[in-house]
C-alpha cells in the first residue's frame, strides 16, 4: 500500500468517526461499559487477594526449641529458618520474653511466679511467618527436621481456611471474568455489525468501483481503533476517580485495619497498568470488531452476488 493510499485511509477512518457519530457514539458507550465492567471485576480480584494477604501477614508460627539448647545452637538454628525457602521473617522470641509475657496476661498469679525464683521452666522459640500459605505443610514439615526442635506450633484450621477461601475466590473471580469478558464481546460484535450494516450503502459502491476489501476494511479498522482508544481513555478516568473515592471513605473510617484485614492497593502503585490495559484492550476490540463484522458482511454480500 502506497503511503499516499495509507494517509487517506486514516483520513477516512477519522472522518468516518465524525459523519458516523450516531453509531460511533452506541460503540463507544458499548465498549466504555464493557471495558469497565471487566476492569473492575479484575481489580476487585487483585484486592481481596491484597486483603487476604494482609490476613496471612499476621499469621505467625511459634518453633519450640528443646530446653538446654544453647546459645550458639539457638543463633545457628535462626539461621537456618532463614535459609527455608518460604520463610519471609524469623524473630528470636526468648524463654526471658516469654516468660514476661506470660506474667503480664497472668497478673493475678504474681505469687506463683514469685515462688518459682530464677527458674524459668519455658523454652525459647522462634517466631516465623511463611510467603505462601498454599506451601505452609512442606515448610512446617521442613522446620520439624531441624535438630533441637522441640515442636511446632501453627494455627492449622485457620491456614485451612484461608486457603480453601483463597481458592474458592479465584474459580469465582476467574469465571466473573471470564462471564464478563463473554457478553461485552457479544455485545460489542453486535453493535459494530448494527454500525458496519447501517453503511452497507457505501460498502457497495466502494465495491462497485473496484475497491479492494483490504481498502474497504482499513478505515473501518481506523474507526474502531479510534472509538476503542477513547472507551480506554474515559474508562481510564472514570476507573481512577471512582476507586481513589473508594479508598478514600475506606481510609477515612479505617474500616479493614479495625476488623484486622489487609489494605486496599493505592491507585498510584497500579495506575500505568490499568492505564495501558484499558487503551490497549479498548483500541485492540475497537478494531477487532470493526474488521471482523465489515468482513462478514463483505462475504454474506459476495455470496449473495
Not at 505452609?136 to 477461601?165: C, G, K, N, W
Amino acid at each position: 500500500m502506497k503511503l499516499s493510499s495509507f494517509n487517506y485511509l486514516v483520513r477516512q477512518g477519522f472522518d468516518n468517526v465524525w459523519k458516523n457519530r450516531v453509531m460511533a457514539f452506541a460503540s463507544f458507550c458499548v465498549l466504555l461499559v464493557s471495558l469497565m465492567l471487566v476492569g473492575i471485576s479484575c481489580l476487585f480480584y487483585i484486592n481481596i487477594n491484597s486483603i487476604i494477604g494482609g490476613i496471612e501477614n499476621k499469621n505467625e508460627v511459634i518453633v519450640y526449641l528443646l530446653e538446654g539448647t544453647t546459645d550458639e545452637r539457638v543463633s545457628e538454628i535462626g539461621e537456618t529458618l532463614k535459609n527455608i525457602p518460604n520463610i519471609s521473617n524469623v524473630t528470636l522470641y526468648t524463654k526471658e520474653e516469654a516468660f514476661d509475657d506470660l506474667k503480664k496476661k497472668m497478673d493475678d498469679y504474681t505469687e506463683v511466679f514469685n515462688s518459682l525464683g530464677n527458674d524459668n521452666p519455658l523454652p525459647d522459640a522462634y517466631r516465623i511467618r511463611v510467603s505462601d500459605i498454599s506451601l505452609m505443610e512442606d515448610t512446617l514439615r521442613a522446620t520439624e527436621q531441624i535438630p533441637d526442635v522441640e515442636y511446632v506450633s501453627s494455627p492449622d484450621a485457620f491456614i485451612e481456611v484461608l486457603t480453601e477461601s483463597r481458592r474458592v475466590l479465584t474459580i469465582l473471580a476467574s469465571a466473573i471474568i471470564l462471564a464478563m469478558l463473554i457478553v461485552s464481546m457479544v455485545i460489542i460484535s453486535n453493535t459494530t455489525r448494527a454500525s458496519v450494516f447501517s453503511r452497507r450503502r457505501e460498502i457497495s459502491i466502494m465495491q462497485s468501483v473496484g475497491a479492494t476489501k483490504s481498502f474497504i476494511r482499513f478505515p473501518f479498522f481506523v474507526e474502531g481503533m479510534i472509538n476503542g482508544f477513547t472507551a480506554g481513555l474515559f474508562a481510564t478516568l472514570l476507573t481512577w476517580f471512582s476507586y481513589d473515592s473508594l479508598v478514600d471513605l475506606l481510609g477515612r473510617f479505617d474500616i479493614l485495619s479495625t476488623i484486622g484485614l489487609g489494605n486496599v492497593i493505592p491507585y498510584g502503585d497500579i495506575a500505568l497498568w490499568v492505564t495501558l490495559a484499558y487503551l490497549i484492550a479498548g483500541s485492540f476490540i475497537g478494531a477487532l470488531g470493526s474488521v471482523l463484522s465489515t468482513r462478514v458482511h463483505l462475504k454474506h454480500r459476495a455470496a449473495n452476488m
